[in-house]
């Protein structure tokens, strides 16, 4: 399932999904590429990005690994366990690079990025290492690794956004979309990989970010999630010959996008706590399309260990900029990421985040437990002194209150009308239609005697739920 926040496409659904995308003619295929991919939705975004690299190239696409010539995975560092399903996957392709010779293994994203040149060094199944920032130069790298060379590329960039190349929309369903406003991360929260692999923060050029959204429009499109780490602090600024610079907020860049039509819904994601501002909530409440709903990440309830992992905000902070939220949108909806058993954490800070679950009543959340990654603030100073099974039992906890939390926020929805943007048929049924509220909560419903499809918007009363999803009925 393609999800918003950052971290939802770890569902497994998403996971290691191959692409295809359909333009080129099978006959004119130089070779034929197959792309995996894993991690947050800028990794997703970054491998569209890499079929159009390598589409212009004349690499095609296919769904089929067996007949790929080139094998890529564009990998995830955030948590161990993201990295282990990486290396069981490399060890599969083992065989069929015995089966096929010449069969080319890449390594592409945060993970290739981390590991730099040991990939090759350990691994002997990879032949090519490819950083965020180094994909314009895997043509290039393919090329050398042809020769039998092993070809790696890490250099990590301030300037590259790859403002200029049209992603090629894999997998879509043809109604939303990704789109990379930034790229980085200059905060240093400690127990983060991120700021390692993908280098310091940059803003993508405000017109070719509204183009793209302006042609995916035009393409039948209307949904676009605007992808950053950390989107609040989005800023781009110009000089133009003689005329002054300007420069584009992340306010600014919403309210031009959410002109473009007003069937065209906006959203974004990640928010730090700490840079969302009035403006951006304002701008919010100003236009119906952009939707509802901020993705607010709390990591944790305790100040004292906000402290320690760097996030810049106390607990009463992160509760008044919560009370800001729904004093601007009661409508709003928020989802949070939260972390349990960080180095020192104790049945006290497992409780303030419990309470602060509670207090932000979130809709939904995103939940793990701290996973130390080499290299990081945290796994410099703290000892990771949390046991395993204490962390998974605080999680479970957690898990716990989240599902509580998001039924009874179903539950309140009973009985009111929302627009709902139709995404498709529902799984279980062709005579019932799913598509999203403005607070990104999935309703299903039947089609009844209605002429819609997928892309139309229709009003539905919501009539029963479960933690999950809302049923419910057209209205006129
Ligand atoms: N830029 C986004 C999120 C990036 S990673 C933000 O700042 O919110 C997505 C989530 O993974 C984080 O919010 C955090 O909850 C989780 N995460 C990051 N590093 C982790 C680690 N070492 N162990 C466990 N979870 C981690
Ligand atoms: Fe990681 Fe913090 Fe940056 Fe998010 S804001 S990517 S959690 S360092
Ligand atoms: Fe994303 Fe994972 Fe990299 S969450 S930024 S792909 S470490």
Not at 59 to 75: P, Q, Y
Not at 104 to 114: D, I, P, T
Not at 298 to 316: A, D, P
Request: glycine share 6%.
């Amino acid at each position: 399932m393609l999800d918003l926040a950052t971290n939802k496409v770890h569902d497994e659904n998403r996971q290691g999904e191959a692409y295809a995308p359909f333009e080129l003619d099978p006959n004119s295929y130089k070779k034929r590429f197959y792309i995996e991919s894993y991690g947050c939705a800028m990794n997703f975004a970054d491998s569209e990005v890499v079929a159009s690299i390598l589409n212009k190239e004349g690499f095609g696409a296919t769904r089929n690994v067996e007949e790929a010539d080139l094998i890529f995975l564009n990998t995830c560092s955030i948590r161990e366990k993201a990295e282990l399903t990486v290396r069981k996957r490399l060890t599969e392709f083992k065989k069929l690079k015995r089966a096929r010779p010449g069969t080319l293994v890449g390594v592409l994203g945060c993970m290739a990025e981390r590991l730099k040149s040991k990939f090759l060094e350990e691994e002997k199944l990879v032949d090519i290492v490819v950083g965020p920032d180094a994909y314009r130069t895997l043509p290039g790298l393919v090329e050398e690794a042809e020769t039998g060379q092993k070809a790696i590329n890490v250099l990590l960039s301030r300037e590259e956004t790859y403002a200029d190349i049209s992603p090629v929309r894999l997998n879509s369903n043809g109604i939303s979309a990704f789109v990379s406003i930034m790229r980085g991360c200059n905060n240093m929260c400690s127990f983060c990989v991120v700021p390692f692999t993908r280098g310091r923060e940059r803003s993508r050029e405000a017109a070719s970010i509204i183009n793209e959204c302006k042609d995916l429009f035009e393409q039948g499109y209307r949904e676009v999630t605007l992808l950053g780490q950390n989107v609040d602090s989005y800023y781009y600024t110009s000089a133009n010959g003689n005329e002054q610079s300007t420069a584009v907020t992340f306010a600014m860049l919403l309210e031009s996008i959410a002109q473009i039509s007003p069937l065209l819904r906006i959203r974004f994601s990640t928010s730090h706590p700490k840079d969302i501002t009035d403006e951006v909530l304002h701008t919010m409440a100003k236009y119906d399309n952009i939707c509802k709903y901020i993705h607010l990440p709390v990591q944790s309830g305790s100040t004292r260990i906000l402290q320690m992992m760097n996030r810049t905000y106390t607990r009463e902070w992160y509760m008044a900029k919560v009370d800001r939220i729904k004093q601007i949108m009661p409508d709003c909806s928020i989802s949070a990421d939260i972390i349990t058993g960080f180095c020192t954490e104790d049945e006290q800070d497992h409780q303030d985040t419990i309470s602060i679950m509670k207090y932000a009543q979130y809709d939904y959340s995103y939940m793990f437990f701290y996973s130390e990654r080499p290299g990081t603030l945290a796994q410099r100073r703290y000892a990771d002194d949390v046991p395993e099974e204490v962390k998974k039992r605080r999680l479970a906890e957690v898990i716990e209150t989240q599902n509580r939390l998001s039924l009874e926020s179903n539950k309140r929805d009973i009985g009111k009308v929302f627009q709902v943007l139709i995404e498709s048929e529902s799984k279980k049924s062709d005579q019932q239609w799913m598509g999203r509220s403005s607070q990104y909560k999935v309703f299903v419903f039947p089609k009844g005697n209605y002429d819609l499809a997928p892309g139309s918007y229709v009003n539905v009363r919501a009539t029963d739920c479960t933690q999950g999803t809302l049923f419910g009925e057209i209205v006129d």
